[in-house]
């Protein structure tokens, strides 16, 4: 069955340096997504992505990210400067189509900001 | 802003009884309702969903109810084994007055079926 894979599972980093997270979306989909989960709390979305360009954000997602998917395969997300408060769980999902079906999610990674 | 409520963290139920879980939403402009399974260290793993237009859902031993006069949805399980014991998140969507699908997820209900 085909699934979203994300690496790394797991992401130490000091406070200030950047991190890329990556992900493989399902193969026919056509819009990407990336949440976060910080612990204890609920999953928020971030960013979705369609037609090579972000269709929508959350003011959580503000400069010091970007999302890109370079290849046409790969879907990243870069923090520039990670913060403390940036440790969370990172899920990428992706779906067919925008309409009424549901997103696919990874497993995610966790990021950790020492 | 809590869009989507899951007003109960936490469920336990008798294997082989109803498991029901219960969501609340605030926003009207949702018209599309999923339900979520969560197992520690994993992705959310989609198990339903329900569109604005029914009022129910059903796939094999999950049942989804919409009641949109209330604003208010629950998901049954029945009869709930083991193995369904897990975090399940509601979520919501404005599919079609959203930029995209984005999902609206509620706080999530710890359910643990005892043997």
């Known amino acids: 069955e085909p699934e979203v894979t994300q690496t790394p599972s797991h992401q130490v980093t000091q406070m200030g340096q950047e991190v890329i997270l990556r992900c493989v979306p399902i193969s026919n989909h056509l819009y990407f997504y990336w949440y976060r989960q910080i612990l204890g709390q609920k999953v928020e979305f971030l960013v979705s992505?369609?037609?090579?360009?972000?269709?929508?954000k959350s003011e959580i997602f503000d400069d010091q990210f970007s999302v890109e998917r370079p290849d046409g395969s790969n879907f990243t997300l870069k923090i520039r400067s990670t913060k403390l408060e940036d440790s969370a769980m990172y899920f990428c999902?992706?779906?067919?189509?925008?309409?009424?079906?549901?997103?696919?999610f990874g497993q995610g990674t966790r990021l950790t900001v020492v | 802003d809590q869009q989507v409520k899951q007003n109960s963290p936490s469920l336990s139920v008798q294997e082989g009884r109803i498991s029901i879980l219960n969501c609340d939403y605030t926003?009207?402009?949702?018209?599309?309702f999923l339900w979520y399974k969560k197992y520690p260290a994993e992705g959310p793993t989609f198990l339903i969903s329900?569109?604005?237009?029914?009022d129910k859902n059903e796939d094999g031993r999950f049942t989804v109810f919409l009641n949109k006069s209330a604003k208010h949805l629950s998901l049954h399980i029945v009869p709930s084994q083991p193995g369904d014991s897990a975090v399940y998140f509601c979520?919501?969507?404005?599919?079609?007055?959203?930029?995209?699908?984005?999902?609206?997820f509620g706080t999530g209900t710890l359910l643990a079926v005892q043997p």
């Open positions: 999902a992706s779906g067919y189509r925008g309409g009424d079906t549901e997103a696919f």
């Open positions: 979520a919501a969507s404005d599919i079609y007055g959203g930029a995209t699908n984005k999902l609206i």
């Open positions: 992505f369609y037609n090579n360009e972000i269709s929508e």
């Open positions: 926003n009207s402009m949702f018209d599309y």
């Open positions: 329900i569109s604005s237009i029914k």
